[in-house]
């Protein structure tokens, strides 16, 4: 197994003071975000954490009902799923940068329940200036796109998840990309074995996206 507690994922932590100053102002702008309508009915902007120069930086499709109250990224039954997954290959969430395609949580609600929607492209594309400054602030060197939306949100294209998952891709601008399932869908297997199979396929494609990370170092 690829053991990579030896291995820094941050080449330079928060020592870029006039980046993390950046991010920090771009958290509070994002606060305000009017991008697309979704703002109306969130709790909040959910905006991405973990250190400026983080080697890896996971990109969910958007925050869940738990992220949208506690205004944290994958701190919801998908973050549990996905912290089960890092420590499987011992990589060190705090180490990387977590975000999402999508800050704002769109939902359907049902009686008391908020069903958790897609976001359509135009959300997609209308959020995807903040990611672009993560990209540009924390400057990883893999991108992790968790799940479909992520994927073509990353790529700029449509994307069949099961054509592009596992293989490393290079963007025009050199950064790596890793495509992996959504750990909701872990979640969603009928049963334990499944999602038992799907885990470890998940841990497998976080061991590739590590192995990249220590090749382009
Ligand atoms: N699903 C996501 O894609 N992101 C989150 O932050 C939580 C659930």
């Known amino acids: 197994m690829t053991q990579v507690r030896d291995v820094p994922l941050s080449e330079n932590g928060a020592t870029k003071p006039r980046h993390a100053a950046r991010l920090k102002k771009l958290v509070e702008e994002a606060a305000h975000c009017e991008r697309c309508p979704l703002f109306r009915e969130a709790t909040q902007t959910v905006f991405g954490e973990g250190p400026i120069g983080a080697l890896i930086m996971f990109v969910g499709e958007q925050p869940g009902d738990q992220e949208d109250r506690v205004g944290r990224p994958f701190v919801g039954p998908a973050g549990r799923m996905l912290d089960a997954a890092l420590a499987a290959v011992g990589l060190d969430r705090g180490a990387a940068y977590v975000t999402n395609a999508v800050k704002h949580f769109k939902y359907e609600q049902r009686g008391k329940r908020r069903l958790h929607k897609h976001p359509n492209r135009g959300e997609v594309q209308a959020c995807r200036w903040w990611l672009d400054q993560e990209f540009a602030l924390v400057r990883p060197k893999l991108v992790v796109a968790l799940g479909t939306v992520a994927a073509h949100a990353i790529l700029n294209r449509p994307v069949v998840l099961a054509r592009v998952r596992g293989r490393p891709l290079t963007l025009p601008d050199g950064r790596g990309v890793l495509a992996t399932i959504h750990p909701s869908a ?10 038992r199979q ?4 998940f841990v497998d494609d976080l061991k590739r996206a590590v192995k990249v990370v220590k090749s382009l170092r």
């Open 198 to 201: 799907a885990f470890g396929d």
């Open 186 to 195: 872990i979640l969603r297997m009928p049963d334990e074995t499944m999602r």
